[in-house]
């Protein structure tokens, strides 16, 4: 072996003797060098020294020329010049470099990396870092920096690898003899130069962390993880997880492998046990399964919020949610009761199930919210938070990773952040009440009584854990009937009380509810308690706290906020509100009696107020008597609402209105009639007798209690007009003979003028039949001019007209009709304080009566007025008034008009031969007198449907 020749490939080729550099060619004769370098010991073909050489295209004289090649390396490095002392060997099929493992830098580098690791293992540090500076330094660039031949360039490259792992080993050994100092800054620019070694990022990481930069070592696996993710479809390995998770768990410093591999990897499973006997609610599932388990690549964890008042199910649904998806999140399910918890003592549960110890928990919630969200960093963890207050209590608890998901029950609407998507649960639907009643009380039970199985549900108000309740004492109690425990729970008093058992109760529930609410708002939902019905629009808190409307507004949005209160739609005054029936219980439960009352006189007076400003609005045959002053008026923004559409208020606040009606009589709230009146225009219009009727009699009732001589006489007076608008013309009689005597001893007061504006300017058929002399036309469209007037809200003389009517009803001979326009007339008379006119009225309206006996029980003012018309041959008018009654009949909801209507119009087709037509109308009539409940009327229309042959088998079929 020549002595003083020595290589170097561990940047630029250099061959050099005894220190002197030598003389190796140019590009070419440098390409073979480098190669046979690289290949030191190991023969080259002669084939790939051409490919190094010339790629795929040699030249004809290739092997010529590479000998030439060959033999100037070999005078160039021989001693002297001499061929024959080169280190370089003919061996068939090519050439050999004879060299020593001291002659070629590249293999005194890889010895000194071999020791190095050695001294590593056995602990010694200092050595180790010693050789491998040493060998590093003998990098003066990449292998063959300047051999230009893409073959060897490719062959210098693999020895990449061995220069990167050695510094990887370096810069372990600096760590370990505790020399930090710059380290953190060359692993920085490494991580950028080389992103994908993990190596480069584990080592920097564990120099962070052991400078006090957690936080800037955790960011760096973020970004590793991302990287890898993205460029190569792959988690970071086993140990570079390790490693994040030491540093998580306070382990910084991570010395040696072992002690990385050895952090314990925690699955927590803390659900709770699914809810075997869950129903309903079967395409909500589905929709939030398809969200939990969707594989769509996500930038965020999905958050969904099921909220809803207690009892409602929002438990039981998350765990069901859960548990359904438990092998979706196979790294593992957590799960939190809140409630009143604060969020770091959550966070550290986590923390301890996710196997931080103890000692690795920091002392500031929002480092454990940050630690909290590195261990799930890469991972596929479900978390369910049950029983949330709060947005706040909620955001420590939120993960980043995109594979996690959260599921949050709250009683409490979350308007969240980012994907939080928001679940509101309502009561279950009858037909999943009574599965859920069946799989608890026992199918069979269920199946045996039905209705009262459906009246359990319904008394519980759809809320499952009534629901659940009801069954579970049905199930413990086998000598009880389902319809024994329906009859309990059919008391108001007694419901809640019956719907608990053990420490489970609905009242309870609610209960939890309310004690989270401050005083104004506890005051609130206890006024709520007092009202008739659970549904109301959205003035009402005003006037039961007697406060500030936006206050009020507030304080209800609140209540909404917690479920206690929940949206019902929009109405003419704006949104409307439904409190649960079993809510609303408790509620009436918690109400002060003293509070209860005065909010309610000052509801009614919001009633009061808002009807006087609705019927303000519609035509009315008479004038109203002066009611004293509500005692709490609405804002004006609420009257100019009722003002635009009167008929629409009534027909939304009708059944609130009838509430209000009782509410008040049993509760001695005050005069009740105002209401009364103020409601009856709109009753006669919609043709509700019964209702109408109802209110006038409890606005009579308190009036008579109370000594209220104009209430009484008001609600008399419009009994007369309401009984006799339904032809029950005995206690109409009655009532007419008090109403009198009673204005009669009233003191003088002021009334109420009538518009003397005149209706019949634009009619020509009234004029007509005015000079013809027909009394019955002139009657009829005198009568239909003064309804269609009113159905438009045309303001004029209408007494005028109905006086015209009477005459005219006198003369034709239509005794029902001429009543009807008489007590009418009569009415307004009253009203204007006209006793004597009225005193006259009152006896001619006695002696038809007497004189039509019981025949006026039969028919109706439209039906009289039609038989006399089909009579005298007018068929076509008479068809043109059942047409034009029906029309508005069915426009108004007038059932009454309606089955008179029907019944000319079935006189009509008798007429004209028409059985088949005549039949229809009377069947239709029939089924509406019975709703109406109106005997004479029914046993009328059923005589003429026997009358004719050929309805038998019609009802036989």
Not at 315 to 339: C, I, K, P, S
Not at 417 to 439: K, N, S, T, Y
Not at 459 to 472: F, S, Y
Not at 925 to 938: H, S, V
Request: charged share 25%; glycine share 8%; aromatic share 6%.
């Amino acid at each position: 072996m020549p002595g003083g020749l020595y290589f170097r490939v561990l940047g630029p080729v250099v061959a050099e003797r005894d220190g002197v550099p030598l003389d190796v060619g140019g590009p070419q004769p440098r390409a073979v060098l480098g190669l046979l370098l690289l290949e030191a010991g190991r023969v080259v073909s002669v084939d790939r020294l051409a490919r190094a050489l010339w790629e795929d295209e040699p030249p004809n004289s290739w092997r010529v020329q590479l000998q030439g090649m060959v033999s100037r390396l070999r005078r160039n490095l021989g001693a002297g010049g001499e061929r024959t002392s080169a280190p370089i060997d003919t061996v068939p099929p090519g050439y050999r470099l004879r060299l020593s493992d001291d002659q070629l830098d590249l293999l005194v580098f890889r010895r000194e990396v071999d020791q190095a690791r050695r001294h590593m293992a056995a602990g010694e540090h200092l050595l180790a870092a010693e050789l491998l500076h040493a060998a590093m330094a003998r990098w003066r660039g990449p292998v063959c920096a300047d051999v230009v031949s893409p073959y060897v360039r490719q062959a210098a490259a693999d020895w990449e690898d061995l220069r990167l792992a050695a510094l990887e080993d370096r810069i372990d050994a600096d760590m370990a003899r505790g020399h930090h100092d710059g380290l953190a800054a060359e692993l920085q620019g490494l991580v950028r130069e080389h992103p994908l070694r993990e190596r480069f990022s584990g080592q920097l990481m564990t120099v962070l962390s052991r400078a006090g930069r957690p936080a800037d070592a955790l960011a760096v696996f973020r970004d590793a993880r991302e990287r890898m993710v993205a460029e190569l479809g792959i988690e970071p390995s086993t140990r570079l997880q390790q490693l994040h998770r030491a540093i998580l768990t306070g382990v910084h410093g991570a010395e040696n492998a072992d002690a990385v591999r050895g952090l314990p990897y925690v699955v927590p499973r803390q659900l709770p046990a699914d809810v075997v006997d869950h129903v309903g609610r079967e395409g909500l599932l589905a929709e939030l399964d398809a969200v939990l388990s969707s594989g769509v690549p996500r930038a965020a964890p999905p958050r969904i919020a099921i909220t809803g008042p207690g009892g409602i199910g929002k438990t039981a649904l998350a765990l069901r949610l859960a548990h359904r998806n438990r092998e979706v999140y196979a790294d593992g399910q957590l799960y939190a009761r809140l409630g009143t918890a604060d969020a770091a003592d959550v966070l550290a549960t986590f923390l301890h199930a996710l196997g931080v110890p103890p000692a690795g928990v920091p002392q500031e919630v929002d480092e454990r919210g940050s630690l909290f969200r590195e261990l799930l960093a890469t991972r596929r963890v479900l978390l369910v938070l049950d029983d949330v207050t709060d947005e706040e209590q909620l955001r420590p608890l939120m993960p980043a990773e995109p594979r996690c998901a959260v599921l949050i029950t709250s009683r409490r609407r979350l308007s969240g952040e980012g994907a939080l998507r928001a679940v509101q649960l309502d009561a279950l639907p009858a037909d999943a009440g009574l599965r859920l009643f069946g799989a608890i009380a026992g199918p069979e039970r269920a199946a045996a009584e039905p209705d009262a199985a459906a009246e359990i549900v319904r008394l519980c108000g759809g809320l499952p854990l009534a629901v659940r309740i009801a069954a579970a004492r049905l199930r413990t109690r086998p000598d009880l009937t389902v319809q024994d425990m329906a009859r309990r729970l059919a008391s108001q008093r007694d419901r809640l009380d019956w719907l608990k058992q053990g420490d489970v109760g609905v009242r309870a529930s609610f209960q939890e509810s309310y004690s989270a609410l401050n005083p104004d708002q506890q005051r609130l939902f206890r006024c709520l308690g007092a009202l008739e019905a659970p549904e109301f629009p959205s003035w009402v808190p005003a006037a039961l706290l007697a406060g500030d409307a936006a206050e009020a507004e507030r304080l209800l949005d609140d209540l909404v906020d917690v479920h206690l209160v929940e949206p019902a739609g929009r109405g003419v005054t704006g949104p409307r509100y439904r409190v649960h029936d079993l809510i609303h219980l408790m509620a009436a439960e918690l109400a002060d009696p003293a509070d209860r009352v005065t909010a309610l006189r000052r509801l009614l007076g919001g009633w009061q107020d808002l009807a006087a400003t609705a019927d303000a609005e519609l035509p009315h045959w008479y004038g109203l008597d002066p009611a004293p002053a509500p005692l709490w008026r609405a804002p004006a923004h609420m009257h100019e609402a009722v003002r635009a559409a009167p008929f629409s208020w009534f027909d939304e606040e009708r059944v609130q209105l009838s509430g209000q009606l009782r509410s008040a009589e049993k509760q001695d709230l005050g005069a009740v009639w105002p209401l009364a009146q103020s409601a009856t225009t709109y009753f006669d219009l919609r043709g509700r007798f019964d209702e109408w009727s109802a209110a006038l009699h409890a606005g009579l009732r308190v009036a008579e209690r109370t000594g209220d001589r104009l209430g009484e006489a008001c609600m008399l007076g419009l009994l007369v007009d309401c009984e006799s608008s339904r032809f029950e013309l005995g206690a109409g009689l009655q009532y007419a003979e008090r109403a009198l005597a009673a204005y009669r001893s009233l003191p003088p007061y002021e009334h109420e003028p009538l518009p003397t504006a005149p209706l019949d300017e634009h009619c020509p058929p009234l004029e007509e039949a005015r000079r013809a002399g027909d009394a019955l036309g002139v009657g009829r469209f005198a009568f239909t001019l003064c309804l269609r007037s009113r159905e438009t809200g045309e303001r004029g003389d209408y007494l005028s007209l109905l006086e015209e009517a009477t005459a005219a009803f006198e003369a034709c001979g239509a005794p029902v009709a001429e009543l009807w326009t008489l007590k009418t007339a009569w009415l307004a008379h009253l009203k204007l304080g006209r006793i004597d006119d009225a005193l006259a009225s009152l006896e001619r309206g006695i002696a038809i009566i007497m004189r039509l006996g019981d025949d006026f029980e039969s028919t109706s003012v439209v039906g009289e007025i039609g038989t006399l018309l089909v009579t005298a041959g007018r068929l076509g008018e008479a068809g043109e008034l059942a047409r034009e009654t029906l029309r508005r009949a069915r426009a108004h909801g007038h059932r009454w008009d309606e089955a008179a209507a029907l019944d000319i119009l079935a006189t009509l087709a008798e007429a004209s031969g028409d059985r088949h037509a005549a039949v229809d109308a009377r069947l239709q009539a029939l089924a509406l007198w019975r709703r109406l409940n109106a005997e004479a009327r029914i046993s009328d229309t059923m005589a003429r449907l026997a009358g004719d042959l050929s309805v038998s088998s019609l009802l036989q079929g």
